[in-house]
C-alpha cells in the first residue's frame, strides 16, 4: 500500500515538474527562431494583428495568455516591428505594448506642399524622401484614405510629435496620421466644434490654412478666422492673398497685385466663391482652434497694419476697409516694396 501511494505521489511530482517545465519553455524559451519584421497597419483589428505576430512565433497559446494578461487588447500601437532571434513570447508581447527600441519622436510641421513634408519626415525616419513622397502621391493609398489627391490627404497631418518606429513604412505612416487624425476629430469637444463652426474637418484644415498663412498673430487668428466664416456665410468670396500665392506657386510675394487676382486657378478666392480645393499648407494647432473657436463678429474685412508690426486692422464696411488698405499701401511705397 506504501508502494503504490509512493508511486502515485512520484508521478504526480514528474508530472508537475514536466508541466512547470513545459510551461517555462512556453513563457520563457526561444519563440522567435531568426529575425523577422512585421508592419501592423491602423487599420487591421486587434485579431488581424496578432494573428500576423503568432504566424512568426513558437507558442502562440502561450502569446495570447501573456497578452490577455497585459491588456494587449486595449491597443497596440501601428508599425513596423521587428523581432529578433530568441526573444520570448513575453518579449514579443510586451514589445507590442510597449514598444521597441528603435521607436523615434517624429515631429511633423511647417509644411507647405506633400513634397516639403516628405523631406520633414525622411530626416527623421529611416525611408527616403523619395519614398515618402511616393506613399504621398500613391494614388491607390489615396483612395484608400478616402481622398482624391494629394494635396487634399495633406489634411490628415495635424502638427504634433509622434512617437514611431525608426524603420516604420511610409505607407504605414500615413495610415498613422489618418488613424491619428480621426482620433482628434472624433473626440466629443471636437465634434461640439464642428457643429457651431459649421464646417467638416477637411473644411477646417483647409480654412485654417489660409489663416495660418495669413498671421502669425495668434492672438488674432480667431478673429481673422470670423471673418472668412462671415464671407462663407453670405457668399462672398474669400479673397484670401495667400490662396493666390498658392495658385501662382510663390509664396515669396510679398505684394499682392491685379494681376496675380487674374489667374484663373480653383484657388484664386478671388475669381471663384467658397474655399479652395484643399489646404493650401499644414496649418499649426493655433491656427486649427482659431478656426474652431471663431470669434463671432461684424467685420469682413481687414488688412495689414501700416505699423508692419504683424497684427491686422478689421473693418465691417468696404468704405473703412478701404481707408485701411490705402493707409497699408503707402506704408510699402516709403518701403519700396513692388
Known amino acids: 500500500m506504501k ?3 509512493f508511486v502515485i505521489l512520484l508521478v504526480i511530482v514528474v508530472v508537475v515538474m514536466v508541466t512547470a517545465a513545459w510551461s517555462y519553455q512556453m513563457f520563457y524559451g526561444a519563440a522567435v527562431e531568426e529575425r523577422v519584421t512585421i508592419v501592423l497597419r491602423g487599420d487591421e483589428s486587434y485579431e488581424k494583428m496578432t494573428e500576423k505576430v503568432k504566424r512568426e512565433v513558437a507558442y502562440p497559446w502561450a502569446f495570447d495568455f501573456y497578452a490577455k494578461y497585459i491588456d494587449l487588447d486595449r491597443g497596440i500601437e501601428p508599425g513596423t516591428y521587428t523581432f529578433e532571434e530568441g526573444m520570448t513570447v513575453i518579449d514579443v508581447a510586451r514589445t507590442l505594448k510597449f514598444g521597441s527600441d ?3 519622436r517624429l515631429t511633423i510641421n511647417n509644411a507647405r506642399t506633400p513634397e516639403i513634408l516628405a523631406g520633414k519626415i525622411a530626416r527623421q525616419i529611416e525611408a527616403d524622401s523619395v519614398a515618402v513622397l511616393g506613399a504621398l502621391r500613391n494614388k491607390e493609398l489615396i483612395k484608400e484614405m478616402g481622398f482624391d489627391s494629394a494635396e487634399a490627404m495633406f489634411s490628415i497631418f495635424l502638427p504634433n510629435s509622434y512617437e514611431v518606429y525608426a524603420d516604420i513604412s511610409p505607407e504605414a505612416l500615413v495610415r498613422r496620421m489618418k488613424q491619428e ?6 473626440d466629443a469637444k471636437r465634434q461640439e466644434q464642428l457643429a457651431r463652426v459649421g464646417l467638416t474637418p477637411f473644411e477646417v484644415m483647409t480654412l485654417a ?3 495660418h498663412e495669413e498671421t502669425n498673430a495668434e492672438d ?4 481673422v478666422a470670423g471673418v472668412y466664416i ?3 456665410n453670405i457668399g462672398m468670396p474669400l479673397q484670401a492673398d495667400p490662396t493666390l500665392k498658392y495658385a501662382v506657386g510663390d509664396f515669396s510675394i510679398k505684394r499682392v497685385l491685379d494681376r496675380h487676382k487674374e489667374v484663373d486657378s480653383p484657388y484664386n478666392t478671388y475669381m471663384y466663391a467658397g474655399l479652395p480645393p484643399t489646404p493650401i499648407a499644414m496649418p499649426d494647432m493655433a491656427a486649427i482652434e482659431g478656426v474652431l473657436n471663431y470669434e463671432e463678429h461684424k467685420f469682413l474685412y481687414f488688412c495689414a497694419r501700416p505699423e508692419m508690426d504683424g497684427h491686422h486692422n478689421f473693418a465691417r464696411t468696404l468704405s473703412e476697409h478701404n481707408r485701411n488698405a490705402a493707409a497699408y499701401h ?3 511705397d516709403r518701403m519700396k516694396i513692388r
Open 220 to 223: 488674432e487668428m480667431a478673429r
Open 209 to 211: 490654412s489660409i489663416v
Open 3 to 5: 508502494r503504490k501511494i
Open 102 to 104: 528603435n521607436a523615434v
Open 330 to 332: 503707402r506704408a510699402l
Open 181 to 186: 487624425s480621426d482620433k482628434f476629430w472624433g
Open 230 to 232: 462671415n464671407r462663407l
